[in-house]
């Protein structure tokens, strides 16, 4: 039997939308296998805490924090809440994670940054319908000021869809080294974060762990992504890291090569 043939480089006239993209079948069975187990802990942890061990500290704590958002409403408070769960909102994030993935692949002239952007939503959204649907939490039990037609309530979609703009911020760090561009970036996302936290809490959408949750989904969400993908191979290193780690085109082309080795 004659030794499978080492694979050979892309032409450098290989036009970049062919040569650069970054997910292949080791990366789709990786994304499938940690989205299965994302699921299934989400769905365990929540059905635990809101309804198999219910009601308890939690769910009481719950509650009390939710009465008193609804307690202390006002006009201003209320206006505010409605932009500040907007910066999520479904459509504002697919348009803005369509924007600046546009913006990378036009910058950068490769996949890697687009993919890594829409991919962290697309995981996260993914995760976050299955297991909303599985927990089946019914919204807090006060005023809601917004109708919704998913009436479930854990994890929250909203921030963990804020919390997956941090895709921007991984992004960011991977071309500056630039410490007042990096503090700006984590600074605007904590700020997001928060506000839309805040906010839908305040609209009665969403309970106090709903959206502690939501960020550990988006958390999550982004460190299985950045995983799978690795980094591009001219991310700016440390000071201290000149010679860096192998980035993700050095993983993948060592497992090539060592699928080549064995057989």
């Known amino acids: ?80 809440a409605h932009w500040s769960a907007m910066l999520a909102a479904t459509h504002i994030k697919i348009i803005a994670t369509a924007v600046f993935a546009v913006v990378a692949t036009m910058v950068w002239k490769r996949w890697h940054e687009a993919v890594f952007l829409a991919l962290t939503l697309i995981f996260e959204a993914t995760a976050f319908v299955i297991v909303s649907f599985i927990v089946g939490r019914p919204r807090p039990d006060v005023e809601r000021l917004l109708d919704s037609p998913v009436d479930s309530s854990f994890p929250s979609g909203h921030v963990a869809a804020a919390t997956v703009y941090g895709a921007l911020v991984i992004i960011v760090f991977w071309h500056t080294r630039n410490r007042w561009i990096r503090a700006l970036a984590v600074v605007l996302l904590v700020a997001v974060v928060l506000a839309v936290a805040l906010a839908r809490m305040y609209q009665g959408m969403h309970y106090l762990s709903d959206v502690v949750a939501g960020v550990v989904l988006g958390i999550v969400s982004l460190v299985i992504c950045l995983r799978v993908l690795g980094t591009p191979d001219d991310v700016v290193p440390r000071p201290d890291e000149i010679e860096s780690q192998p980035t993700g085109s050095d993983r993948r082309r060592q497992r090539v090569a060592d699928s080549t080795a064995r057989s």
Do not use: Y
Request: hydrophobic share 50%; charged share 20%; proline share 6%.
């Open 1 to 80: 039997m004659t030794a499978a043939a080492p694979p050979t480089e892309r032409s450098d006239s290989e036009p970049w939308w062919k040569a650069t993209w970054p997910l292949h079948r080791a990366e789709w069975i990786q994304l499938g296998v940690s989205l299965a187990f994302v699921v299934v802990g989400f769905s365990l942890v929540g059905w635990l805490a809101t309804d198999a061990l219910a009601p308890n500290a939690l769910t009481r704590f719950d509650q009390d924090v939710a009465e008193r958002f609804a307690s202390g409403r006002t006009n201003f408070q209320t206006d505010l």
